[in-house]
């Protein structure tokens, strides 16, 4: 179907009060120079398939899922991202042609908050360290495959932890839970650090602060300039911070920024700076 009007984006949500996605994606569209539109709208869980078919009709671009949506809800997408099986959870949704691609940016809005944050003097051999949910490192694997060599999973388990096989078909995929396979990542036990301490140019860790095994860090090497980015949902921090305090802890609005910067290009194409993207989030903060 030729196109007669601008691109427009639905951000979709059963909660939208003080989301601010609309809001950046104007300013971003703006500053690139396009002109796309955004609207946003109510939708209640239950009615998702509904509201996708009739954003399809429209022929619309793109949809943001305001809260991610199981891949199960959206299974009548065109295709489905390796990185949405993977978490078995779809973030965001473009038009391609005359089919969609249902898709999950977490890993690629981690992977260019680190290529940002990470110092450009860290050490070749330093690593990427993952500390909890193996799925991160698929993730980010597959969102940049050249940090395959550079992510370290850690877990204070004493037996590896199991990432995503992604070699299954789609069908299969989006019908059952992520099934893993030790071999296809980096792993350490936290035991192991002990004997053979790494030095490390960023963490992620998935679990809350206050759980953090500060014993993983007193075994890693770092300077006051790591990155660190915690994706829990809570931050209480661990009692004991001296070694805590180390590291350079970014907050939600990095991971945000990071998050609606993905959004964006991955419609229009445009990769927006995430410090102007931070700077609408401040902005929107303000009223």
């Not at 977490?106 to 860290?122: P, S, Y």
């Not at 759980?211 to 921090?237: E, G, H, M, V, Y």
Request: net charge negative; aromatic share 6%.
């Amino acid at each position: 179907m030729s196109r007669i009007v601008e691109p427009v984006v639905c951000c979709l949500g059963d909660s939208v009060v003080g989301n601010p996605t609309q809001f950046v994606m104007e300013r971003l569209a703006v500053d690139a120079k396009i002109d796309w539109r955004f609207v946003t709208a109510v939708v209640p869980i239950q009615r998702v398939q509904a509201a996708v078919e009739g954003i399809r009709a429209m022929n619309f671009e793109g949809i943001a899922f305001l809260q991610s949506i199981p891949t199960q809800t959206l299974s009548q997408m065109g295709s489905i991202s390796e990185s949405a099986i993977c978490t078995q959870r779809i973030t965001t949704a473009r038009r391609d042609g005359i089919n969609w691609l249902a898709e999950n940016l977490d890993g690629v809005a981690l992977a260019q908050l680190l290529e940002t944050e990470i110092a450009e003097n860290a050490k070749p051999e330093a690593k990427i360290v993952v500390y909890g949910d193996a799925s991160i490192s698929t993730l980010l694997r597959l969102a940049k495959p050249n940090l395959a060599d550079q992510i370290l999973l850690v877990s204070s388990e004493p037996t590896p932890v199991e990432t995503t096989d992604t070699s299954m078909s789609q069908s299969d995929a989006v019908a059952a839970p992520a099934e893993t396979t030790a071999s296809q990542v980096h792993y350490r036990s936290r035991h192991d650090l002990a004997n053979h301490p790494i030095e490390i140019k960023a963490l992620i860790t998935t679990g809350e602060l206050s759980n953090l095994d500060l014993s993983l860090l007193r075994c890693c090497k770092f300077s006051d300039s790591t990155p660190a980015i915690c994706l829990s949902s809570t931050s209480a921090k661990p009692s004991d911070q001296s070694t805590f305090n180390k590291l350079r802890w970014l907050d939600d609005v990095d991971l945000s920024a990071a998050r609606l910067a993905a959004n964006f290009q991955f419609w229009t194409g445009y990769s927006p700076n995430l410090s102007l993207v931070k700077d609408c989030l401040d902005e929107y903060s303000q009223w």
